[in-house]
């Protein structure tokens, strides 16, 4: 069993930043690939960002490249997206997510676990 709780959403206007954090337990944080998704009301859930188990791998959907960081601290047990240059159309619920395979490019139906969500608006 693996917990995550995500946490940093709030009301940002077009052009700023936001920093999610996931805080993970329950089970080894670092033998997990974490990933982030998305879903807006009516949209299907869609993957943003994901890391590897070390940290040092990454990838990003087209519509967060050159604008989102995923990052993670195993110490801490907590994974990270940083969010800069953010637009309206990157309102949504942001989820938290971990696998336990080997996936740099996930989709929703790869994911063991999911954190509860949380709110990202962005205004224009």
């Known amino acids: 069993q693996v917990q995550l709780v995500e946490s940093g959403g709030g009301l940002v206007q077009a052009g700023g930043s936001l920093r999610l954090s996931c805080a993970a337990s329950?089970?080894?944080?670092?033998?997990?690939?974490m990933g982030w998704f998305r879903q807006a009301p009516g949209q299907e859930r869609e993957f943003v960002a994901a890391?590897?188990?070390?940290?040092?791998?990454?990838s990003y959907a087209d519509s967060a490249k050159g604008r989102f960081t995923i990052s993670r601290d195993n110490a801490k047990n907590t994974v990270y997206l940083q969010m800069n240059s953010l637009k309206p159309d990157d309102t949504a619920v942001y989820y938290c997510?971990?696998?336990?395979?080997?996936?740099?490019?996930?989709?929703?139906?790869?994911?063991?676990?999911w954190g509860q969500g949380t709110q990202v608006t962005v205004s224009s």
């Open positions: 997510a971990a696998t336990s395979q080997s996936l740099l490019r996930m989709s929703r139906y790869d994911i063991n676990y």
């Open positions: 329950g089970h080894t944080f670092n033998s997990y690939y």
């Open positions: 890391i590897s188990w070390s940290g040092v791998s990454r």
